[in-house]
């Protein structure tokens, strides 16, 4: 079975600084792009970064210059570093992974349960 599994949030002050963790597991042949994505109470979800397996990284407006996404490929993992966090930053923040896995060769998007993060005034 493969999945994909969020690891890292909390309950941080507006400044701080929070790292979240995804890693995805399983028979996998190959990961495509990884990438974050969030959904605060009453609205859509929307994406926050995304980085391909060569290292090229892609971020919202909201979040460029205070979030930084990286990836250890070795590991399946991606890993998402928010400072300067702010109250608007409050969501459940999902990890999606672009995969194929190794029984059937087809590219998969896979979601994550989510982890809540939520940045107090």
């Known amino acids: 079975q493969v999945q994909v599994v969020e690891s890292g949030g909390g309950l941080v002050q507006a400044g701080g600084s929070l790292r979240l963790s995804c890693a995805a597991s399983?028979?996998?042949?190959?990961?495509?792009?990884m990438g974050w994505a969030r959904q605060a109470p009453g609205k859509e979800r929307e994406k926050v970064a995304s980085?391909?397996?060569?290292?090229?990284?892609n971020y919202a407006d909201s979040v460029k210059g205070r979030f930084t996404i990286s990836r250890d490929n070795a590991k399946n993992t991606v890993y998402l570093q928010m400072n300067s966090l702010k109250p608007e930053d409050t969501a459940v923040y999902y990890c999606?992974?672009?995969?194929?896995?190794?029984?059937?060769?087809?590219?998969?998007?896979?979601w994550g349960q989510g982890t809540q993060v939520t940045v107090s005034p």
């Open positions: 999606n992974a672009l995969l194929v896995p190794s029984d059937t060769p087809a590219l998969r998007s896979l």
């Open positions: 980085i391909t397996s060569g290292g090229m990284a």
């Open positions: 399983g028979s996998i042949f190959s990961i495509n792009t």
